[in-house]
């Protein structure tokens, strides 16, 4: 008689059966952050979160605001929405680009072990050398203050980690059994990278994706916190916290507002990171 298989459970069912509560809250957290991009335009116009209104300047947080509203009359819901759109869209942009030109880079070096993938990896070891941020400040400089820029000195500070981290696992699995037995079938290379190498080493994708997310987060806002972020008046919650540091005292709650929507969020990837890490490869669990 065959026993039926046991079905395995979804990634919240796993939190849910093992009692991860914190990595469950976390995901909930990403959740209603991802909701709260995607619905600001809706609930709040672009005008209400970037005209100057300074009859209703520094606001307490009430019925007429719920956040309350900072020094330049802006309602701080509203930005701390448009903040999350905002930055999880550079965020997200910034490591699928990463991710796309890092794995692509580092699949070629790791399956060609050759002089020119040696010359690759140590070019990559050398940015690696380089703080991330600096790399960041560096490019910025140059291409100026935008999302774009941000975005796209996020994703060049970053590729050098996917290609490090991948190169391993690829060079490893083209000596295994099935890579020689598909090319001794006569399969090109382009199709041992795509179907038999890359599907095995996607799990390390999506947990290193989830893990860059918040280092994105975290190294975006910091270089808007340092004025290399999109321009004023533009929402972002790095800008938002360095614009509101004299308040700190007097109105703290100008600052809060940002302030825990950037740790709850960078905490939130975190632990979701570490969870996943364990729902792909249960062995983690006992490590």
């Known amino acids: 008689m065959n026993l039926p298989k046991k079905r395995r459970l979804g990634f919240v069912g796993f939190l849910i059966s093992n009692k991860r509560w914190f990595a469950l809250s976390a995901f909930i957290v990403i959740l209603a952050m991802i909701v709260a991009a995607l619905c600001a335009p809706f609930l709040f116009d672009w005008d209400s979160v970037t005209k100057i209104n300074l009859s209703k300047s520094l606001i307490g947080p009430g019925t007429e605001s719920l956040l309350g509203t900072d020094q330049m009359g802006r309602d701080l819901l509203g930005r701390v929405l448009w ?32 002089a020119v993938a040696s010359l690759v990896m140590r070019i990559m070891d050398s940015m690696i050398a380089f703080p991330r941020t600096l790399v960041a400040i560096l490019i910025i400089t140059v291409a100026g203050n935008s999302i774009l820029s941000l975005t796209l000195a996020i994703a060049i500070s970053t590729i050098p980690i996917y290609v490090r981290f991948f190169a391993g696992p690829v060079m490893a699995l083209r000596n295994r059994e099935f890579v020689l ?37 975290l190294i975006g806002s910091g270089l808007s916190f340092l004025g290399l972020g999109p321009p004023p008046p533009t929402p972002e919650w790095g800008s938002m916290i360095a614009e509101s540091r004299p308040l700190l005292t007097t109105h ?26 364990d729902y792909i490869d249960p062995k983690s669990r006992n490590a």
């Open 83 to 114: 903040g999350a759109r905002i930055t999880l869209t550079v965020a997200v942009s910034s490591v699928a680009i990463a991710m796309l030109v890092g794995v692509s880079v580092g699949a070629a070096c790791g399956y060609y072990n050759g």
């Open 181 to 217: 037995a598909s090319k001794s079938i006569g399969v090109g290379d382009l199709r041992l990278l795509l179907v038999h190498i890359l599907p095995n080493i996607g799990s390390l994708v999506i947990i290193q994706a989830t893990v860059s997310l918040a280092e994105a987060i």
């Open 252 to 277: 703290p709650y100008v600052l809060l507002a940002p302030g825990c929507a950037l740790v709850l969020t960078i905490l939130s990837f975190n632990i979701v990171g570490d969870a996943l890490r």
